[in-house]
């Protein structure tokens, strides 16, 4: 293979070429041939090759035709929407969620597996909850795995994409230590080899969603909050789409302290942001006053009890809100002061209930904590994606390296083997006696 000044071959120039003209007509809308070559800086043999190139292998098709000045009609082109296929999957607190969707993040099918009991999550379940998800929705869909870019999930908890045999998840507040998760799905044979799981933080992937189809758009750098049951974070510094990915790191904002010697933190510690934010926390301290719904059966309900008080001017409701809100702002002042964005958006499904009530007052403590001039520059507004944001953007992760391929299907990254020391050590411990 030709290899150029750069080190870049010929194969990476074409991957390039048709990574970008994808992710033009993707992101920008269709465009006809005449229009690809300034928007890309490719010369125009390279956008006819590499448009006949994507035509052919069908990821492009016609979208009509325009007329020009004085010249012949231009024939628009578009990326094909059922060209491929995403799965996303979300991990969240009362249920998991895998939604079937085409090219274009059109949903063709959905399928829900409530967590039973509420918060439970072993492993076993969750993983047997995916793989049920998965067949279910290319069933309903009738669609097979040919055209499947990949699986996206989006989970609770740290993770490392790069350790030997996969993804592996470490999630304090749910009680997965190491978990495989990437090995043990696979385990699972519901999908052919070829197929990858590609597996992030569920707040990345929120982020990653936002910033390239919802409030984010526009923005350079960002926040993006997921308000759940607890609560995290996502710092977006680069959020154009253009690249094929969102520079994302994952937050544990959620276990930043905020009051020494404080409330009992799910993971463990004393006085965490979440001990006073999340929704969990926040119907907690409002039964611990005497508040709190009667028969309510999960904490979606629950918040919309704890709404109506509020709404009906219960003193006991509303001031737990207020401390929320507070709470909140204070949190959101940290991120500010670190990390000075744009923009900071709030989702997840309590965020998103919450937010109509409570964000007037959220900007006025972030403002109140914050250093004058980042907090002159951003903006705190609720993501406008609805409850299906983690989804959809766990569908992103395939799409991503979708793009970084050129429109090829990734692979699998191959299974590594730990150094022979490591394996001779741990052989030698495993041999060792121990002695009481």
Request: hydrophobic share 40%.
């Given at each position: ?11 990476d ?7 970008a ?81 085409d ?5 063709l ?10 918060g ?22 009738g ?11 989006g ?16 999630g304090?507040?749910i ?37 390239w189809?919802?409030?984010?758009r526009?923005?350079?750098?960002a ?47 004393l ?11 926040l ?10 719904p ?5 904490e979606?309900e ?11 001017q ?35 499904w ?10 007037p ?33 766990a ?14 299907r ?6 590594t083997e730990?150094?022979?020391w ?15």
């Amino acid at each position: 293979m030709t290899t150029g000044r750069s080190g870049r071959t010929v194969r990476d120039l074409r991957r390039g070429n048709r990574s970008a003209v994808l992710q033009r007509l993707y992101f920008g809308g269709p465009m006809s041939r005449q229009e690809l070559g300034p928007a890309t800086g490719l010369s125009s043999g390279s956008v006819s090759n590499v448009v006949g190139e994507l035509v052919a292998d069908g990821l492009l098709e016609e979208a009509g035709v325009v007329d020009s000045d004085g010249g012949r009609p231009r024939t628009l082109l578009r990326v094909a929407p059922g060209s491929a296929h995403m799965i996303g999957v979300d991990v969240g607190e009362t249920r998991v969620r895998v939604e079937l969707f085409d090219l274009t993040l059109t949903e063709l099918a959905r399928a829900e597996m409530p967590l039973q009991p509420r918060g439970c999550y072993d492993v076993g379940p969750v993983v047997g909850h995916i793989a049920e998800g998965i067949t279910a929705v290319l069933t309903e869909a009738g669609i097979g795995t040919e055209r499947l870019l990949g699986v996206g999930v989006g989970v609770p908890g740290i993770v490392d994409r790069d350790a030997p045999g996969g993804a592996v998840v470490h999630g304090q507040t749910i009680g997965w230590e190491a978990v495989p998760l990437e090995e043990r799905l696979r385990a699972t044979g519901v999908l052919p080899q070829e197929v990858p799981y590609i597996i992030d933080n569920g707040a990345r992937t929120l982020g990653q969603a936002e910033m390239w189809f919802g409030a984010g758009r526009g923005a350079r750098e960002a926040v993006v909050v997921l308000f759940g049951s607890g609560v995290g974070a996502s710092l977006i510094t680069d959020g154009s789409p253009d690249g094929g990915t969102t520079e994302g790191t994952p937050l544990e904002w959620g276990h930043l302290t905020v009051s020494v010697r404080g409330r009992r933190c799910r993971c463990g510690a004393l006085g965490c942001l979440e001990a006073y934010t999340g929704a969990e926390s926040l119907l907690a301290r409002w039964a611990e006053r005497g508040g709190g719904p009667v028969d309510c059966v999960d904490e979606e309900e629950a918040l919309s009890a704890l709404l109506a008080a509020a709404g009906r001017q219960d003193r006991v409701a509303l001031e737990v809100l207020e401390e929320t809100a507070e709470y909140l702002g204070a949190g959101l002042s940290d991120l500010i002061n670190l990390f000075q964005p744009e923009r900071i958006l709030i989702g997840g499904w309590a965020g998103l209930m919450l937010g109509p009530h409570i964000l007037p007052a959220v900007r006025e403590h972030a403002t109140r904590y914050s250093l004058r001039h980042p907090a002159g520059r951003v903006t705190v507004t609720l993501g406008s994606l609805g409850p299906d944001a983690v989804t959809v953007g766990a569908a992103t992760l395939p799409l991503s390296a979708f793009f970084a391929t050129g429109g090829r299907r990734a692979t699998p990254r191959p299974r590594t083997e730990p150094p022979g020391w490591r394996t001779a050590l741990r052989i030698r411990g495993e041999a060792t006696p121990h002695h009481a």
